[in-house]
T-cell receptor
């Protein structure tokens, strides 16, 4: 079974540019999550999709971040325009639709974003 | 409110000796607790989870953790470290049936030959 995949693995962009991160969850996982780890800090929750709907986006830092999950399959996270403080590792995770398994989240390897 | 404190940012052990990674939590609700491990260039992998059943939880690769409500702790242990255990470990707390997962800062485990 393929795991959660993320693309790209690394991205280096200049301040003010736009970057789009992609996450492909495990097939059949309705729940999809985005997290971010800024250098030296904890991993922080950004948002949660159930299928194509945003269930909880309370962790999104500001309106420069836009997450989508059209069709309820893969998801994208766009940062526009990028700022220096956006640098970090962005993780995606997915979990099964069964509520009893809801917390067993499977994580991707992350995308390391560097804004210069 | 809920939070997690991992008491050591870095732990170094010799191969074959016991591992102890410490985690204290704070939660207003009956929590679920997890340990995840991240090897270099890999995603976070679930080691074990506590969800209000047995307080001693066994996970993969010989790891286990004990939920101690009186001490608000959920320390991760392994009797004998292996070189392949070298990685970063995260303690996570979440209210039951809620997506609000709070991660600790992580503990980097080094295993010396």
């Amino acid at each position: 079974e393929a795991g959660v995949t993320q693309f790209p693995s690394h991205s280096v962009i200049e301040k003010g540019q736009t970057v789009t991160l992609r996450c492909d969850p495990i097939s059949g996982h309705d729940n999809l999550y985005w997290y971010r780890r800024v250098m030296g800090k904890e991993i922080k929750f950004l948002l949660h999709f159930v299928k194509e709907s945003k269930q909880d986006e309370s962790g999104m830092p500001n309106n420069r971040f836009l997450a989508e999950r059209t069709g309820g399959t893969y998801s994208t996270l766009k940062v526009q325009p990028a700022e220096l403080e956006d640098s970090g590792v962005y993780f995606c995770a997915s979990s099964q639709p069964d509520p009893t398994q809801r917390h067993e989240q499977y994580f991707g390897p992350g995308t390391r974003l560097t804004v210069t | 409110a809920q939070s997690v404190t991992q008491l050591d940012s870095h732990v170094s052990v010799s191969e074959g000796t016991p591992v102890l990674l410490r985690c204290n939590y704070s939660s207003s609700y009956s929590p679920s607790l997890f340990w995840y491990v991240q090897h270099p260039n890999k995603g976070l992998q679930l080691l074990l989870k506590y969800t209000s059943a047995a307080t001693l939880v066994k996970g993969i690769n010989g790891f286990e953790a004990e939920f101690k409500k009186s001490e608000t702790s959920f320390h991760l242990t392994k009797p004998s470290a292996h070189m392949s255990d070298a990685a970063e470990y995260f303690c996570v707390v979440s209210p039951y049936n809620n997506n609000d997962m709070r991660f600790g800062a992580g503990t980097r485990l080094t295993v010396k030959p």
